[in-house]
T-cell receptor
Framework: GESVGLHLPTLSVQEGDNSIINCAYSNSASDYFIWYKQESGKGPQFIIDIRSNMDKRQGQRVTVLLNKTVKHLSLQIAATQPGDSAVYFCAERREKLTFGTGTRLTIIP | ETGVTQSPTHLIKTRGQQVTLRCSSQSGHNTVSWYQQALGQGPQFIFQYYREEENGRGNFPPRFSGLQFPNYSSELNVNALELDDSALYLC????????????FGQGTRLTVV
C-alpha cells in the first residue's frame, strides 16, 4: 500500500546551520515527490518538487535529494533562518497527493 | 497569500449535523482538491474536482461529498457528523489535474461536539 513516513517527528537546528529533513516512501510508482512547509494556522506551502527520474533538484536555499534504491527523500535547507520554523511534510504523487506525518523544525537562536 | 480562500475559518457542530465548507480557488485554476488534516497528522486526500467533475477520491465514506461550480469554486459537504470528523479541512487549487504545485487555503477548523 501507499505510505510516506518521516524519520523524526521533531528537529532542532541552530540558526545559520543547515537543516536536513528525511523521509521514507514505499510506493515505487509515484511520479513526483514534493516538500511542503506548514506554519502554524496556515495551509501547507509548496517548497520544491522532484520528478521520480531525477536524483537531485535545487531551489533557493533548498535542495531535495531522491534515492530510489532505498526509497528515501531528503530536504536540505541551507543557512536556516527563524522563518524556517514550521512543520515540513513530504508527499508523493501518483493520481493524488499522499502526505507523511510531518517533522517540526525548530530554530535555536 | 495563495489566493485560495476558505470559509468559514472555524466552525463548531454537533454530532449528527451536516456541514458545508467553501473554497474559492486561485484565479485561473480549474482543479480543486480537499484534504482532512487531523491534529498532528499530515493531510489526507478526500477528493478532487476538475472542471466540475469528481476526479479521484480517497478513502472517505459517501457522507463526504462535494461540488465544483462553473467558476471553479468548490464545496465540501459532510453529513451525519461524527466526533472523529473534527479536523482542519484544507482546500488546494491547481491548474490541471497533474500539477504538483497546488496552492492551499488556510483551512477550516471543524470541531464536532
Amino acid at each position: 500500500g501507499e505510505s510516506v513516513g518521516l524519520h523524526l517527528p521533531t528537529l532542532s537546528v541552530q540558526e545559520g546551520d543547515n537543516s536536513i529533513i528525511n523521509c521514507a516512501y514505499s510506493n515505487s510508482a509515484s511520479d513526483y515527490f514534493i516538500w511542503y512547509k506548514q506554519e502554524s494556522g496556515k495551509g501547507p506551502q509548496f517548497i520544491i518538487d522532484i520528478r521520480s527520474n531525477m536524483d537531485k533538484r535545487q531551489g533557493q536555499r533548498v535542495t531535495v535529494l531522491l534515492n530510489k534504491t532505498v526509497k528515501h527523500l531528503s530536504l536540505q535547507i541551507a543557512a536556516t533562518q527563524p522563518g524556517d520554523s514550521a512543520v515540513y511534510f513530504c508527499a508523493e504523487r501518483r493520481e493524488k497527493l499522499t502526505f507523511g506525518t510531518g517533522t517540526r523544525l525548530t530554530i535555536i537562536p | 497569500e495563495t489566493g485560495v480562500t476558505q470559509s468559514p475559518t472555524h466552525l463548531i457542530k454537533t454530532r449528527g449535523q451536516q456541514v458545508t465548507l467553501r473554497c474559492s480557488s486561485q484565479s485561473g485554476h480549474n482543479t480543486v482538491s480537499w484534504y482532512q488534516q487531523a491534529l498532528g497528522q499530515g493531510p489526507q486526500f478526500i477528493f478532487q474536482y476538475y472542471r466540475e467533475e469528481e476526479n479521484g477520491r480517497g478513502n472517505f465514506p459517501p457522507r463526504f461529498s462535494g461540488l465544483q461550480f462553473p467558476n471553479y469554486s468548490s464545496e465540501l459537504n459532510v453529513n451525519a457528523l461524527e466526533l472523529d470528523d473534527s479536523a482542519l479541512y484544507l482546500c488546494a487549487s491547481s491548474l490541471g489535474r497533474g500539477n504538483t504545485e497546488a496552492f492551499f487555503g488556510q483551512g477550516t477548523r471543524l470541531t464536532v461536539v
